[in-house]
């Protein structure tokens, strides 16, 4: 299993890659490769930071795990390939880009054009088993994606971290609200967008830090 990961992350986490709990997940991720059906494809699995190198990164998108379904997953949270029908959670997502900005929802729900960006789609968890959710959290993965959240709130300024539900919301905590922009609401998924994810306004609010701040804004 061949895993690349992007030069200027790669320079910035090596700490991490020596550490004792990389190598235990390493293994374990081996392992799972080798008997199970694992989604994403392996030379997907840090897709992320390959499509949005350190410098490049002006948005941070938190998700939890990879979609478990066949085609689906492709190392970016909450895209999907092309081709692959919109899981709901995106579906609202586009929905509320069109309710803020007027964007009318794309054919694809490859969100690769916005990782091109500067928008770091990261999931906390970057691997999982078929059909089965959640089947490698608390393997190690949450400890190496918080090291890269770690290393942009700290190293970076006036980044725009985007926090959909508690579980995101809580991995974002520590982040400086004096030095970023933090903006949290509720999940996209079905069961809670109506509690606060419609009308949130993320992706304008986004743009006019960025404006403001001289980056240049996303084409959502």
Known sequence: MQVQI?????N????EFEKDYFRV???????????????????????AFNLCPFDKVKV?????????????????????????QFPPSL???????????????????????????????????LTVRAHQAGSHQKKGWEEFTDAAIKLLAEEKEHLVFILWGAYAQKKGAFIDRNKHLVLASAHPS???????????????????YLKANGKEEINW
């Not at 997940?25 to 897709?47: A, M, Q, W």
């Not at 998700?63 to 909450?78: E, I, S, V």
């Not at 079905?190 to 006019?208: E, I, M, V």
Request: some cysteine.
């Open 6 to 10: 992007e030069e200027s992350w790669k």
């Open 12 to 15: 910035r986490l090596a700490p």
């Open 25 to 47: 997940l390493t293994d374990f991720v081996r392992s799972e490769y080798t008997h199970y059906t694992i989604y994403p494809p392996g030379k997907l699995i840090f897709n």
């Open 60 to 84: 941070v998108i938190i998700g939890q795990d990879p979609y478990h379904g066949p085609g689906q997953a492709h190392g970016l949270c909450f895209s999907v390939n092309d081709g692959i």
């Open 91 to 125: 579906m609202n997502i586009f929905k509320e880009i069109k309710a803020d900005i007027g964007h009318d929802a794309p054919t694809s729900g490859n969100l690769t054009r916005w990782a091109e960006q500067g928008v770091l789609l990261l999931n906390a968890t």
């Open 190 to 208: 079905p069961l809670s967008a109506y509690n606060g994810f419609f009308g949130n306004k993320h992706f304008s609010k986004t743009n006019a």
